[in-house]
């Protein structure tokens, strides 16, 4: 069973940047495709990145250029930098785990097994 935890969400001015990490118990996780995922009040969670077990990434279109998803098996560890942040990324981030699928980007919620509790970023302008 692989628990998620994430951490490093928190309050930034426009243009600023953050940095979120997700720590994975469990010792399958490295063969799991893994999401970062959002939630702003009102809106559906939509994928923001993922990344394959082999380390090819994915992401929405609003934030190519901007954010960068990245994990490290060897800590069972995934991350998201979010560089030139803007008031519309203010979302609740979820980190998110597709036991079974590595060799591609589940795109839709309902695909991942495994989910942490979420971390608050809030972009002010």
């Known amino acids: 069973q692989v628990q998620l935890v994430e951490s490093g969400g928190g309050l930034v001015q426009v243009g600023g940047s953050l940095r979120l990490s997700c720590a994975a118990s469990?010792?399958?996780?490295?063969?799991?495709?893994m999401g970062w995922f959002r939630q702003a009040p009102g809106k559906e969670r939509e994928l923001v990145a993922g990344i394959m077990s082999g380390g090819t990434a994915k992401y929405a279109d609003s934030v190519k250029g901007r954010f960068t998803i990245s994990r490290d098996n060897a800590k069972n560890a995934i991350y998201l930098q979010m560089n030139s942040l803007k008031p519309e990324d203010t979302a609740v981030y979820y980190c998110?785990?597709?036991?079974?699928?590595?060799?591609?980007?589940?795109?839709?919620?309902?695909?991942?097994?495994?989910w942490g509790q979420g971390t608050q970023v809030s972009v002010s302008s």
């Open positions: 998110a785990g597709a036991r079974g699928i590595g060799w591609y980007v589940p795109s839709q919620p309902g695909d991942y097994t495994h």
């Open positions: 469990g010792r399958t996780f490295s063969s799991y495709a």
